[in-house]
C-alpha cells in the first residue's frame, strides 16, 4: 500500500529556500504521480506541482512557476519540491498526495484535481515571513 511521509517544511525569511520530500514507505506500491497541494489559513486547497513518475512530465501552478521545482528519485520512491524565492504568499501547511491512476490532465500533463489523488500525507509546514 502507499504511505507517504513529509519532511523539510520550516521558517524561512523571503527570498530563502526550502526541499520538500516526499517518500513513499509501502512495501509494495504503484504510483502513478505525485502531486504538492497546500493550504493557507483561510484559503482553499490549491494545486503546487505534481510528477508523473513515469517519464517524469511535469506540470505547474502559475503562482510557483520558475520558483519551485518538482522532481522524483526512484532510487529512494521519492519525489522533491525544491522552492526558491519563497514570498510570504507561500505561507500554507504543503500536503503530497499519490495516484495510481492516469486520472485526469493530459498524457504529458499530471492532473492538477485533488480527486484524482487517492493517497494523501499529513502535511507540512512552510513558514516564509517577510
Known amino acids: 500500500q502507499v504511505r507517504l511521509v513529509e519532511s523539510g517544511g520550516g521558517l524561512v525569511q523571503a527570498g530563502g529556500s526550502l526541499r520538500l520530500s516526499c517518500a513513499d514507505s509501502?512495501?509494495?506500491?504503484?504510483?502513478?504521480?505525485t502531486g504538492w497541494f497546500r493550504q493557507a489559513p483561510g484559503k482553499e486547497r490549491e494545486f503546487v506541482a505534481a510528477i508523473r513518475w513515469s517519464g517524469g512530465f511535469t506540470y505547474y501552478a502559475d503562482s510557483v512557476k520558475g520558483r519551485f521545482t518538482i522532481s522524483r528519485e526512484n532510487a529512494k520512491n521519492t519525489v522533491y519540491l525544491q522552492m526558491n524565492n519563497l514570498k510570504p504568499e507561500d505561507t500554507a501547511v504543503y500536503y503530497c498526495?499519490?495516484?495510481?491512476?492516469?486520472?485526469?490532465?493530459?498524457?504529458?500533463?499530471?492532473?492538477?484535481?485533488?480527486?484524482?489523488?487517492?493517497?494523501w500525507g499529513q502535511g507540512t509546514q512552510v513558514t516564509v515571513s517577510s
Open positions: 509501502g512495501r509494495t506500491s504503484s504510483i502513478y504521480a
Open positions: 498526495a499519490a495516484s495510481t491512476r492516469p486520472g485526469g490532465g493530459s498524457f504529458y500533463r499530471p492532473s492538477e484535481y485533488e480527486y484524482d489523488y487517492a493517497y
